[in-house]
DNA sequence: CTTAAAATTATCATTATTTAATAATTTAAT
DNA sequence: ATTAAATTATTAAATAATGATAATTTTAAG
């Protein structure tokens, strides 16, 4: 264990179930001796990656709220997506939720999320959660925009059932492509259907998407011409956006390159 | 520069005004030759605490997003204050802002907050971001109910203009204390007015405060006993849902000490 | 499709840091 | 006040980080 690892490796044993861990527990799960995690444990308090608590427990500390935050502001795609998920949900014709993910890793994360307020159902769409890659349209709008090397890559982490699954995938996948947007129904969450639209910028190097979530027992056929118009006019408006963003940020950066 | 810090002190570079580095000016930046910049961004690459964005730049990774989202879902004060924050926007005479803050080292973190739809100006308080300790009815409330050492460090680390200024901020500090509640006027933001209460829990080592900031030019007196009373009830509740949220980690690190 | 420049990775001897066992100290709970 | 638990300090040995340079890969332009 060196470098940045050792300290991920104490990140990573906080989750949502178990949010609190003492050193000698850290100490048992990672099998390193206690005078070590002390010592590390001792630095990522004092960089407030991690904050004690009472009775000798350790907790997540405010350095991710704060990067977070930093995040919010300024991730071109947060910055440009985030002010239009509710007017999308106000557009929609029934309660909705919107979701703006992307690509991380082999994963898909939703980066920013806004729900109806009378919406009911539960959603496993919520920002900062990692989502199949596979599952749900708004992963397949993400995956569709991929191709050649990476798609190949990405497709052969993936456990399908059988190989006939995987073609069905692709060609499905390749459909959707056609059509420039995607559809699925309880893929991911039972009684629900998800309706997406591709976001991508190459010169940022995003690969996201723009998806609307609907309880299917609200849903009817007539929705669906609203609920595409809306997707694509403001998935364009998005992307219209992150661009305006792309060129704020490389003058920016001119500039402060120029100065020194 | 070792250990963490030296992880630190790049994502420390990463700002909402400058949200995206290359190796070439982080090397510069801290004085640092590019092989050993490579060396440390590629790790922190593949941790996700950054990611590679087009033009050779890099910026913060979604890591923060997945942690931010665990200590929103798991953080005791988060989690039993986060719900009442809309229940007490709506219950307020006028529309407001109310924020959920901490003490964060010697600065004052809002961790949570919810704005009425209709609030026009602009606030300083935001999801974390760090705000002055001795400003603000928020900070005070948080301040007011330290004492002894930890207080007289914190104040030494303050910069007031002059004694006489430490001396009147330590008087009205002593008398919120009484009162249970602080009010303060456009010491953060000008124009508005702020009002709040401490939430604290020992055994989880919460310092924390509750509070409201309203615009003055709606503010009128009849509103100030609505006010305190709206702030009190939900500030008692939220301490109550903290107690709950306690035990609940308790009986479950009970239990998956004991399985061992 | 080629080519040149820029970005990134690899190599490696030197230097500096981390490790972990143990002792010493501080803190917390009765 | 006392004792156990938590935390910090100390150390030689083991290990990893550094940074100069070379090699490779990627990107952008013609």
């Known amino acids: 264990m060196s470098g940045f690892l050792r300290y991920k490796k104490i990140l990573d044993l906080f989750s949502e179930e178990r949010s609190s861990w003492t050193v000698l ?125 990476k798609l190949q890559d990405l497709i052969n982490l993936e456990n399908f059932k059988s190989d006939e699954d995987k073609n069905i995938f692709l060609k499905d996948l390749k459909n959707d492509r056609k059509k420039g947007y995607c559809f699925t129904e309880g893929q991911v969450d039972k009684g629900l259907i998800g309706f997406a639209v591709s976001i991508s910028n190459k010169k940022l190097g995003i690969e996201a998407s723009l998806s609307s979530i609907f309880d299917l027992d609200e849903f009817l056929l007539e929705h669906e011409p609203i609920i595409y118009a809306n997707l694509t006019s403001y998935g364009l408006l998005v992307e219209k956006y992150i661009n305006e963003i792309f060129e704020d940020i490389q003058k920016y950066h001119h500039k402060t390159n120029s100065i020194r």
Chains 1, 2 share one sequence.
């Open 25 to 149: 527990e850290i100490s048992k799960a990672l099998e390193t001796p206690s005078s070590t995690i002390y010592r590390i444990v001792r630095e990522m308090v004092s960089a407030e990656f991690l904050e004690s608590a009472a009775g000798s427990y350790f907790r997540l500390g405010p350095a991710f709220i704060k990067f977070n935050r930093i995040i919010n502001f300024s991730d071109p795609l947060v910055r440009a997506g985030q002010p239009f998920l509710k007017k999308l949900a106000d557009e929609n014709p029934i309660t909705s939720v919107n979701v703006l993910a992307r690509l991380y890793g082999n994963k898909v994360m939703c980066v920013a999320d806004y729900k109806s307020p009378s919406f009911k159902k539960n959603t496993s769409y919520q920002r900062g959660k990692l989502m199949p890659l596979i599952y749900g349209a708004t992963s397949r709008a993400i995956i569709m925009q991929i191709t050649n090397r």
